[in-house]
């Protein structure tokens, strides 16, 4: 079994080496990628703003869903979205973003302390493309970034 767990991490290692390749010749070819943030925690968004700018990347934020709604354009790439926050939810948000049809390319990561699974599949279900459970760390955005951009 020791082997089977050191053989997952390589692959692991090398999938997200792949994906940090694939950024670097995304940058090199001068596109940068947009990313908006949706939290009503300033902590949250400021981390966002730290682990992103250093990595080369435009960042947009809006501290709930109804600001979100009217800030987004089709030219973002992914929004990571808090699932609970006052004034409009993460997955209110979701529902009257999906219907704009112009927005069908923006990827959407939910962003949640809520890791049952039945909370995930509404999302998913809603028209999140993938989910992170917080607390995260920059690897773990750098490797949805990857997995949704690619």
């Given at each position: 079994?020791?082997?089977?767990?050191?053989?997952?991490?390589?692959?692991?290692?090398?999938?997200?080496?792949?994906?940090?390749?694939i950024?670097?010749?995304i940058?090199?070819?001068?596109?940068?990628?947009?990313?908006?943030?949706?939290?009503?925690?300033?902590?949250?968004?400021?981390?966002?703003?730290?682990?992103?700018?250093?990595?080369?990347?435009?960042?947009?934020?809006?501290?709930?869903?109804?600001?979100?709604?009217?800030?987004?354009?089709?030219?973002?790439?992914v929004i990571?979205?808090?699932?609970?926050?006052?004034?409009?939810?993460?997955?209110?948000?979701?529902?009257?973003?999906?219907?704009?049809?112009?927005?069908?390319?923006?990827?959407v990561?939910?962003?949640?302390?809520?890791?049952?699974?039945?909370?995930?599949?509404?999302?998913?279900?809603?028209?999140?493309?993938?989910?992170?459970?917080?607390?995260?760390?920059?690897?773990?955005?750098?490797?949805?970034?990857?997995?949704?951009?690619?």
């Amino acid at each position: 079994m020791v082997g089977h767990s050191q053989s997952k991490r390589s692959c692991v290692k090398q999938t997200n080496d792949v994906y940090k390749y694939i950024h670097i010749f995304i940058r090199a070819l001068g596109v940068l990628m947009r990313i908006m943030v949706v939290d009503d925690d300033a902590v949250t968004r400021n981390l966002f703003q730290n682990f992103m700018k250093s990595s080369g990347y435009e960042i947009h934020e809006a501290v709930n869903g109804s600001d979100a709604l009217k800030k987004v354009d089709p030219h973002l790439d992914v929004i990571f979205l808090d699932w609970l926050m006052p004034i409009m939810s993460g997955l209110e948000f979701l529902e009257q973003f999906r219907v704009d049809k112009r927005m069908a390319n923006v990827k959407v990561v939910m962003l949640t302390a809520l890791s049952d699974i039945d909370n995930v599949v509404d999302a998913m279900d809603r028209g999140a493309d993938d989910y992170i459970i917080k607390p995260f760390t920059k690897d773990v955005l750098m490797e949805k970034i990857g997995k949704l951009t690619v």
